[in-house]
Nanobody
Framework: VQLQASGGGLVQTGGSLRLSCAAS????????MGWYRQAPGKQRELVAL????????NYVDSVKGRFSISRGAAENTVTLQMNDLKPEDTALYYC??????????????WGQGTLVTVSS
């Protein structure tokens, strides 16, 4: 599975950005897709996750009410809508997918990082 992420950029405090991620490949089944982020000097953390079959979602507390993850119109695509951005949201954001490939279960795929910078 290959993940292609897009979006990100520079925005002022209170602004909005949208990140998108698409999974491609052959004969795989995606269970979850999500976004992680890593700020300088900090560990990578889960930001938002969506279960593909049920569309149930999960968010880190710091983004609840501001970020929204949803499935895209195309299969195995997700979008992260980020509103009311704060300087502490500044980080490299990574798309992640957990998938099965043949007899191999719960594999992880990562997209390239996309930079989100929120100026104060």
């Amino acid at each position: 599975v290959q993940l292609q992420a897009s979006g990100g950029g520079l925005v002022q405090t209170g602004g909005s950005l949208r990140l998108s991620c698409a999974a491609s490949g052959s004969t795989f089944t995606v269970h979850t897709m999500g976004w992680y982020r890593q700020a300088p000097g900090k560990q990578r953390e889960l930001v938002a996750l969506i279960e593909i079959s049920s569309s149930s979602t999960n968010y880190v507390d710091s983004v609840k009410g501001r970020f929204s993850i949803s499935r895209g119109a195309a299969e195995n695509t997700v979008t992260l809508q980020m509103n009311d951005l704060k300087p502490e949201d500044t980080a490299l954001y990574y798309c992640n997918a957990v998938y099965d490939f043949g007899h191999l279960k719960n594999l992880h795929a990562w997209g390239q990082g996309t930079l989100v910078t929120v100026s104060s």
